[in-house]
T-cell receptor, first 111, second 112 residues
Framework: GQQVMQIPQYQHVQEGEDFTTYCNSSTTLSNIQWYKQRPGGHPVFLIQ?????EVKKQKRLTFQFGEAKKNSSLHITATQTTDVGTYFC???????????FGSGTKLNVKP | DADVTQTPRNRITKTGKRIMLECSQT?????MYWYRQDPGLGLQLIYY???????NKGEISDGYSVSRQAQAKFSLSLESAIPNQTALYFC???????????FGEGSRLTVL
């Protein structure tokens, strides 16, 4: 079964609106990574979170790791058309040796 | 040039045929992975290898085998391809210090 659940599966927003995708695990994660895959492309690493309650920012993107290290979120403020793509979380288990990917959230931004 | 190179990029084959997907990397990483991507299912781990003598099964290894020929090369084989193995396959490497995954461009396989 899916080790890491990710919602929503799709999100359509108007340019300028905010966007959030969420990941949840039933068990504690050692760390979580986020990747972006542009249409027709391959996943590209965005960030890694390791500490309980950690928050990191990259320009308009804010990443959070839950206190219990079982959930995470990616929030994009004021989306742009360049944000289009599928965003994946990947939860690490077993001392970081294995990563379990969420099913991804496909973001479409209308200009 | 890409750091992680996959060949072929696209392949159409018939049920029962043997297929090999190859991956080579110039990043100098010991860790290499094969993932399968299906729409709505994200990326599922097929096999991974932490060095030349180390091979480990992932979540969905049935029907697949791998060979780690050298630090830089990791190939995935389908001994007898079946239609539900139609998917996009990604090879990846990682540096154990920061654990970031570096993906190849992908190999799209269609089994008729």
């Amino acid at each position: 079964g899916q080790q890491v659940m990710q919602i929503p599966q799709y999100q359509h927003v108007q340019e300028g609106e905010d966007f959030t995708t969420y990941c949840n695990s039933s068990t504690t994660l050692s760390n979580i990574q986020w990747y972006k895959q542009r249409p027709g492309g391959h996943p590209v690493f965005l960030i890694q979170l390791v500490k309980s309650g950690e928050v990191k920012k990259q320009k308009r993107l804010t990443f959070q790791f839950g206190e219990a290290k079982k959930n995470s979120s990616l929030h994009i403020t004021a989306t742009q058309t360049t944000d289009v793509g599928t965003y994946f979380c990947a939860g690490g288990k077993y001392n970081f040796n294995k990563f379990y990917f969420g099913s991804g959230t496909k973001l479409n931004v209308k200009p | 040039d890409a750091d992680v190179t996959q060949t072929p990029r696209n392949r159409i084959t018939k049920t029962g045929k043997r297929i090999m997907l190859e991956c080579s990397q110039t990043k100098g990483h010991d860790r290499m992975y094969w993932y399968r991507q299906d729409p709505g299912l994200g990326l599922q781990l097929i096999y991974y290898s932490f060095d030349v003598k180390d091979i480990n099964k992932g979540e969905i290894s049935d029907g697949y085998s791998v060979s780690r020929q050298a630090q830089a090369k990791f190939s995935l084989s389908l001994e007898s391809a079946i239609p539900n193995q139609t998917a996009l396959y990604f090879c990846a490497t990682s540096d154990p210090r920061n654990r970031e995954l570096f993906f190849g461009e992908g190999s799209r396989l269609t089994v008729l």
